[in-house]
């Protein structure tokens, strides 16, 4: 099972910039998908972008889309998640994800889907 540790968060301004890495362990199929996930205080976790290990897909969340962008280094086993033009809504613990399974494109919107989870790195947009 694949093993990920987040890291990069911090607090930034509004309109700043942050770019968060997913360093993966273990052993990485090639139906690898990471996805990207936050959870605001008193709110549920969110959907926020999925990559594909093997293609580089990547498909985002409409609240982020245009600001934020996956992207990945296979040969250094991370998963970043670079985020532009930070609003203060977008304050929230992020966590990536990893899971195995081909699903619809769909599915990988649904925390539920993954199964091996990191520990969150918490994105602070003051204003």
């Known amino acids: 099972q694949v093993q990920v540790v987040e890291s990069g968060g911090g607090l930034v301004q509004v309109g700043g910039s942050l770019r968060l890495s997913c360093v993966a362990s273990g052993r990485i199929f090639s139906s690898t998908t990471v996805g990207w996930f936050r959870q605001a205080p008193g709110k549920e976790r969110e959907f926020v972008a999925h990559i594909s290990w093997s293609s580089g897909a990547t498909y985002y969340a409409d609240a982020v889309k245009g600001r934020f962008t996956s992207s990945r280094d296979n040969a250094k086993n991370t998963v970043y998640l670079q985020m532009n033009s930070l609003k203060p809504e977008d304050t929230a613990v992020y966590y990536c994800?990893?899971?195995?399974?081909?699903?619809?494109?769909?599915?990988?919107?649904?925390?539920?889907?993954?199964?091996?989870w990191g520990q969150g790195t918490q994105v602070t947009v003051s204003s």
């Open positions: 994800a990893t899971t195995t399974v081909y699903f619809p494109e769909s599915y990988y919107r649904m925390s539920q889907r993954y199964d091996s």
